[in-house]
């Protein structure tokens, strides 16, 4: 069986790390044979592939990348073309599986860079839901957010969700933690944010939770890790921003956090919960759908914008330690839901489906 996969947001922090995952694991069916479009030098640096691909360097939500479409229509003909983004072909008709990670332009066109983003974005998802053969979406939470919006007729929708890097564990070898510590100048004490700094990722009630905070625990510091998308301000006492960091780095980051928060307003998937109740960290995160559908029991749900609630969560966090613990052992079982290996197999049964169409 012949699948094309889109492969050129592979160095996208979010999506790239789906592609990153996701790819191998189809590379290695034996039932599928799998060519790549994308940058060749991305795929080989990455991936380490260098045969089967094809060079597709168009820009996303380009003219460009819809006149490619068009070009290599031919070389994939009927067979799957994958697709893990929303930036599906117009004007060329191919037995396509489309991969849905939010609808976040959708949801909050307030955080968007421009209007047409909102505009596209809402076109497109119209087009998937009538054209493609087959929607992944990555959680509940996003299929039923596509339902309620766009309450489609066609039934080709399916969940399934990503999995948990093998990155990341929890480290019991004290010296290299000791040496994570030293390298990034991290405190004893603090709490951890991880994700891109954007207008609907809510950092401002983080931040102003912390402030309250550090009242009563003068200690605590608070370590922000990601793409910064929006302007932010490190002055506050206590804050530190490190930046992007790669997950090597980031896995002996997470095993020095005291405690993990994500007050997000919206998500698609909730991969840094997963990660953070992976290597023992407990987790107080927004109570919103998908957070729900994730972190499940191994989470201490707070409301997104009440900052003295937040506030008293991580708290009791940071003082309880049985709490703590009782959070810490229901996210390690947790994570075990969530398998690349898994994904992969239902992916691949995906295509067997469409291809039989």
Not at 95 to 117: C, E, Q, S
Not at 280 to 291: F, G, L, R
Request: include cysteine; proline fraction near 4%; charge should be positive.
């Amino acid at each position: 069986m012949k699948v094309f996969f889109d492969a050129r947001m592979i160095t996208h922090p979010g999506i790239g790390r789906y592609i990153r995952s996701i790819v191998p694991l189809l590379k290695g069916n034996a039932g599928i044979e799998l060519t790549l479009l994308g940058n060749r030098e991305a795929i080989k640096r990455y991936l380490n592939v260098e045969e089967s691909v094809i060079d597709f360097n168009y820009p996303i939500y380009s003219i460009q990348e819809q006149i490619g479409y068009c070009r290599i229509k031919k070389i994939i003909g009927d067979n799957v073309l994958h697709i893990p983004h929303y930036n599906i072909p117009f004007l060329a008709r191919f037995n396509l599986v489309v991969t849905l990670h939010d609808l976040i332009h959708i949801m909050y066109p307030g955080g968007a860079r421009n209007k047409f983003a909102c505009v596209y974005m809402y076109c497109a998802m119209r087009r998937s839901l009538r054209v493609a053969k087959k929607i992944i979406c990555v959680s509940a939470a996003t299929r039923d957010s596509i339902q309620k919006i766009f309450n489609p007729q066609r039934k080709n929708l399916e969940v399934i969700s990503e999995g948990i890097s093998d990155v990341f564990f929890k480290i019991v070898d004290a010296g290299y933690l000791k040496n994570v510590k030293a390298r990034f100048n991290l405190p004893d004490n603090f709490i951890l944010y991880v994700g891109s700094i954007r207008k609907h990722k809510n950092i401002d009630s983080l931040l102003a939770a912390f402030t309250r905070l550090k009242k009563i625990i003068p200690s605590v510091m608070l370590v922000l890790v990601g793409k910064l998308a929006q302007k932010l301000d490190c002055a506050q006492e206590g804050v530190m921003y490190l930046g992007e960091v790669p997950d090597e780095d980031l896995v002996g980051i997470y095993n020095c956090a005291s405690v993990f928060c994500n007050l997000s307003l919206y998500e698609g998937f909730s991969l840094t919960l997963l990660e953070a109740q992976k290597c023992a960290v407990p987790v107080v995160c927004s109570d919103i759908p998908v957070h729900r559908d994730t972190a499940d029991k191994g989470a201490i749900f707070v409301p997104a914008t009440d900052v003295d609630q937040i506030k008293d969560a991580l708290y009791n966090v940071l003082t309880d330690s049985a709490r703590k613990a009782s959070c810490v052992d229901k996210g390690l079982l947790n994570v075990n839901r969530f398998d690349w290996n898994r994904a992969a197999q239902q992916i691949f049964e995906i295509y067997k489906s469409v291809n039989n169409l």
